[in-house]
């Protein structure tokens, strides 16, 4: 390529730069100052991805538009209800809110919570055997979802790659979670099978795919739904885990019916927006037990005459969970004290 011709390209790569930043400052201006007599009639909608502050708004009608935020609205998720107006065709701007039936919400590492993903009416916890099944990650999920009152369930991806032993493995370490009564269940993406029980617990509800990342969250969406394009990762082989591909949150409408979010996969859930006292009411099994110990302030994890140890000796708690309850309360406990 010759010089000048390289040169006159990034002249005009400059010039549209700066005319793209002068539009999005007009925009942003807009966002802050149009009155409502120059924007679209208020329409419904619903917000089925973020990209920083723009949002992908999809109106009654299946149409999707690009729309900014009025200031002071607060932090707007997937999954919102909002009203928004047309600035332009294909591009609006959301002027409110609607009130939320649910809220996911994450800690960030100031302490605070973030907001993941709204008015969802359950929570796929996402897992596989490679990256290799944690249930500390699941114990964690589940108790962010019990504090918040949204049904969980736990969905195995990749079952094509057990053989008879590995899935028996994989089937007795969750077997008590079944028990207490969560729905497992068991299917591969790659080759279908079991896909269609999973179909059936997605129906008309909106889900929230969470876990590792990795495990197959995308290629689940892809599964459901082969004509959408989505990114999907690989594992890296070094240290069998995901590579964090998907960036950002988005909600797909299922065919049968409902919408299912896919979300970026974590590396870890933290809980630290959660007081200590509270956890042990996110462990299900714990809960007939408590009440039980000899000391009323009893943290459950060392103190003699506890209920729940007493429980895990009786083996009526594995002792897994109570281990997992152990390290979420010591985190926690030592983030509380710094
Ligand atoms: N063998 C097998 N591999 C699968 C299956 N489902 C997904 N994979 C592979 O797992 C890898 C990760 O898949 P993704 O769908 O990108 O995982 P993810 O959970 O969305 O990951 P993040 O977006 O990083 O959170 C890819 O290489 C997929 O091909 C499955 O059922 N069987
Ligand atoms: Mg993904
Ligand atoms: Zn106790």
């Known amino acids: 390529m010759s010089k000048r011709k390289l040169s006159r390209k990034q002249s005009w790569r400059a010039d549209k730069i700066q005319e793209e930043r002068i539009n999005r400052a007009k925009k942003k201006q807009a966002g802050a100052e149009l009155d409502s007599s120059a924007l679209g009639t208020p329409q419904e909608g619903q917000v089925i991805a973020c990209f920083g502050v723009n949002y992908l708004v999809e109106n009654r009608q299946a149409v999707q538009v690009t729309c900014m935020a009025r200031q002071n609205l607060g932090k707007i998720v997937v999954g919102d209800e909002v009203i928004w107006q047309e600035i332009d065709p294909g591009n609006g701007i959301i002027t409110a809110t609607q009130t939320r039936k649910s809220l996911l919400e994450r800690p960030n590492f100031q302490g605070n919570t973030r ?174 037990y408590l009440g039980g110990c000899k000391y009323s302030n009893c943290t459950h994890r060392n103190e003699p005459q506890c209920a729940i140890i007493q429980a895990v000796k009786a083996s009526k708690i594995p002792e897994i969970r109570w281990k997992n309850y152990c390290e979420i309360y010591n985190t926690l406990e030592a983030q509380d004290s710094k």
């Open 115 to 288: 907001p993941v993903a709204a008015n969802i009416d359950q929570m796929v916890i996402v897992c596989s055997p490679i990256p290799a099944l944690q249930t500390r990650l699941i114990d964690r999920y589940l108790v962010a979802v019990e504090l918040n009152n949204i049904p969980p369930l736990i969905a195995v991806n990749k079952i094509d790659l057990l053989d008879e032993a590995a899935f028996k493995a994989i089937k007795k370490s969750l077997q008590h979670y079944e028990t207490i009564g969560y729905q497992v269940l068991y299917f591969s993406s790659k080759t279908q099978h079991g896909m269609s029980q999973l179909e059936s617990v997605l129906q008309n509800k909106v889900s929230v795919l969470v876990g590792q990342s990795g495990v197959g969250k995308s290629s689940t969406v892809k599964a459901l739904l082969p004509e959408i394009s989505i990114q999907i990762g690989e594992i890296s082989q070094a240290s069998q885990l995901g590579k964090h591909t998907t960036s950002a949150s988005q909600l797909y409408h299922l065919p049968t019916g409902g919408d299912l979010i896919d979300s970026p996969g974590v590396r870890d859930f933290g809980l630290w927006h959660i007081p200590v006292s509270r956890i042990s009411w996110g462990f299900i099994d714990f809960r007939d």
